[in-house]
């Protein structure tokens, strides 16, 4: 559970420090023959950095119940 814990908190302060990530699909505009064209089309995911900071306490209270075993 220590482990769990510990995971949890390195989660968490990923998710404060970076809040957006940015992820490419490609989307097939035509093919033609022998010939195709697609093109990259960008989603954004964004959170809130309060989302970390929860994760990091859910964290924290898992290492210490683990801890106090």
Known sequence: MKATG???II?????????STQ???QKKVAD????????DKPHN???SPVLGIV???AGC???WKSAKK
């Open 61 to 63: 209270i898992v290492f």
């Open 32 to 39: 033609i023959g022998n010939v195709e064209i697609t093109r």
């Open 23 to 25: 992820i490419f699909t």
């Open 45 to 47: 995911f964004s959170w």
């Open 6 to 8: 510990i995971i949890l």
């Open 55 to 57: 994760v990091i306490a």
């Open 11 to 19: 989660i968490g302060i990923g998710l404060t420090v970076t809040t």
